[in-house]
């Protein structure tokens, strides 16, 4: 079972303050529609699926903002693969074993809180025009894997200690 799923034709649909422990499937995942908002979510435990993600490649207007990924391994924080333009942002994510944040098409990735990841974030060739800007990353993460061309990176880090890690 998914924590919450968004089925094809489900436009404009809201989660919001939800918590979602030890799904079998993904923790929310939009099935291609528009204008879909996912907020204030806690999710933790998912073991073998992508905690959020948006499909399909299509729909627009997505928003998945002000989330709390934490506990889970084997699978991707937050997994993009919906419509371009999306708004990925103010999320903290610990603890996975892939990509905190995966995209592969053009999205706006600011402000995230990135620690305890395998990868950090990864817009995919295809994410052609991203900018991924105020990541942050505590604890040492790799801070970007693959890479559109285009993309606007800038981030910041907590001390010089951790760039003199990271080099």
């Not at 928003?63 to 990925?88: F, H, L, Q, R």
Request: proline letters at 3%.
């Amino acid at each position: 079972m998914h924590g919450v799923y968004i089925d094809t034709g489900s436009p404009n649909a809201q989660v919001l303050y939800n918590t979602t422990s030890d799904p079998n499937w993904q923790g929310i995942s939009n099935q291609g529609n528009s204008g879909v908002e996912i907020s204030h979510s806690h999710i933790t435990g998912v073991t073998t699926q992508q905690l959020i993600e948006s499909t399909s490649h299509s729909g627009t207007d997505i928003e998945i903002t002000y989330n709390v990924i934490y506990g889970c391994t084997g699978a991707k924080g937050i997994n993009y693969w919906g419509g371009a333009d999306a708004v990925i942002s103010c999320n903290e994510i610990s603890g996975t074993t892939h990509e905190a944040i995966f995209s592969d098409t053009k999205a706006t990735i600011t402000d995230n809180e990135i620690s305890d990841c395998m990868r950090g974030v990864s817009p995919y060739p295809s994410a052609d025009g991203s900018t991924v800007s105020g990541t942050r990353y505590p604890i040492a993460t790799t801070a970007f894997t693959y890479m559109a061309s285009r993309t606007l990176i800038s981030w910041r880090m907590r001390s010089l200690a951790q760039l003199t890690r990271a080099s």
